[in-house]
């Protein structure tokens, strides 16, 4: 069980069979400075091998595990295991490597221990003739062995933090997506030239042509589909939004390559750079529908003020002239049936501002929810 435990570690660093790096490659040939010797290794065992991350002296990339020394200081994470001459040591004195090349007739190994206790693989020195190494020697090994240990724990943890950033990141770009919305970072260096770092699929929906990677590589293409009438305003109220670094915000019309008008609503923050680039976060919505719904509002308002005051001012007249007459009964019904018939008028008509507010209503509605399902 504790191996199982330890080869998951070795697996979570993730350093099996990547390429060398400046910093091990370093500490691998300062042990061979410091104990002069032709050989060392920075290895890692598995289940089935040893593979060697730093490597001096040798052109093998990894061994057998049954053929490691280092697997034998597996199981004492708190000595640096030392042969001097494997052919006196019954463990080592048939193994590949002591009876043909590199022809191993020195091991000293300092274990790479974790901080749950298990070795990973050594630190190690190895030399072509018997000798020993002094205590200072052993101890300078230890240290690089820590010293390399860090090194593993610090790029452990950078990887990991750069997993949960792309996986924050992935899950963002599935959230923007999905949002019934452009958002969008849009930037002005002080030069003038523009450009979009980012941006949702949701400017899809803005204007057809519009695609991400076309805004990226031509950011200028979102003027070019502004209708002319609103474009002056639309960079004047950009251009002031960069000067002051207050919140821009504007409704302007766009227009399809069909010739179809839309209403679209950009609001956003800016932020200046110490380099003077302004940043811009914001968002964009397609508010067509909406657009519509207060022209229809505005014509009931009208029609209520204007088209209705005839009747109105009809039935007034007549109710005023049945208060002040005194009329006779056939007089009087002939008054009633006028008023009924503006009353029915008026019933009609109020019928039909409501059934038109009504679907324009459910309309506006539906697409404002359907925004929203995901």
């Known amino acids: 069980m504790k191996e199982q435990g330890r080869l998951r570690e070795l697996t979570a660093y993730k350093i099996l069979d990547t390429a060398p790096e400046k910093e091990l490659d370093e500490l691998a040939e300062i042990a061979s400075a410091i104990c002069d010797t032709p050989i060392s290794l920075l290895s890692f065992v598995d289940d089935k091998r040893q593979w060697f991350k730093a490597k001096k002296g040798i052109d093998a990339q990894e061994t057998p ?69 002094t205590d200072a020697q052993k101890n300078a090994l230890r240290l690089l062995a820590k010293k390399a240990m860090n090194y593993l724990e610090t790029r452990k943890l950078l990887i990991e933090q750069s997993n949960e950033i792309e996986s924050n990141a992935a899950s963002l770009k599935k959230l923007t997506d999905q949002a019934p919305v452009a958002i969008y970072q849009f930037e002005m260096k002080p030069t003038g030239e523009l450009s979009f770092p980012f941006i949702s699929k949701g400017i899809i929906d803005i204007h057809a042509s519009f695609t991400p990677e076309k805004l990226k590589y031509n950011p200028a293409h979102v003027f070019s589909v502004v209708h002319p009438d609103d474009l002056e305003s639309l960079r004047q109220g950009i251009t002031l939004s960069g000067l002051t670094l207050n919140i821009w915000r504007a409704e302007f019309r766009v227009v399809s390559d069909e010739g179809k008008v839309s209403w679209v609503s950009g609001n956003s923050r800016p932020e200046q750079k110490e380099d003077g680039t302004v940043v811009w976060y914001g968002i964009f919505k397609d508010v067509t529908e909406r657009r519509e719904y207060i022209k229809t509002l505005e014509q009931i308002l009208f029609d209520i003020s204007h088209v209705m005051r005839r009747p109105v001012a009809t ?12 009329m006779d009964e056939k007089t009087l019904r002939t008054f009633i049936r006028h008023i009924k018939t503006v009353s029915e008028e008026m019933d009609a008509y109020i019928r039909k501002l409501n059934a038109d507010y009504n679907e324009t209503r459910v309309k506006v509605t539906s697409n404002t929810i359907s925004d929203f399902v995901i």
């Open 65 to 133: 595990r049954e053929y490691a020394f280092c697997q034998h200081a597996l199981q004492n994470p708190q000595e640096v295991l030392v042969v001097d001459n494997p052919l006196h040591d019954a463990r080592f004195k048939d193994n590949p490597l002591v009876t043909g090349d590199p022809h191993i007739r020195f091991y000293a190994g300092a274990p790479l221990e974790t901080a749950q206790g298990h070795v990973l693989g050594t630190l190690c020195i190895i030399d072509n003739k018997p000798r020993t190494i």
């Open 315 to 326: 039935m007034l007249g007549l109710t005023a002239a049945i208060e002040k007459d005194d």
